[in-house]
């Protein structure tokens, strides 16, 4: 059964950071290539970050270019975002997808930045 699990959402004040952590299992996770999506509260779901399955070609939606950062760590079957310098509309909730024939969603991870 494939399970991919986010954590690391929370509460973060203006300015601040977050790392989330997508876990996956039942699927062999090197040959995946890896997104986190994002859905802000009425907005509908758009893509953040994208990284290949060998960690080389990577894209950023624009709003987040130079303040986030995907990486991944194959032999944790784990794939991260890392969010600098957050802003309140950077609030949503986080889901990673993996994609090779088909794709594979998380249930998500919701993000609020606020003072």
Request: with cysteine; proline share 3%; aromatic share 12%.
């Amino acid at each position: 059964q494939v399970e991919l699990e986010e954590s690391g959402g929370g509460l973060v004040q203006p300015g601040g950071s977050l790392r989330l952590s997508c876990a996956a299992s039942g699927i062999k996770f090197s040959i995946y290539s890896m997104s986190w999506y994002r859905q802000p509260p009425g907005k509908r779901r758009e893509l953040v970050a994208y990284l290949s399955r060998d960690g080389i070609t990577n894209h950023y939606e624009d709003s987040v270019k130079g303040r986030f950062t995907i990486t991944r760590d194959n032999n944790k079957n784990t794939v991260y975002l890392q969010m600098n310098s957050l802003k309140p509309e950077d609030t949503a909730v986080y889901y990673c997808k993996a994609t090779y024939a088909g794709d594979f969603w998380g249930k998500g991870t919701l993000v609020t930045v606020s003072s």
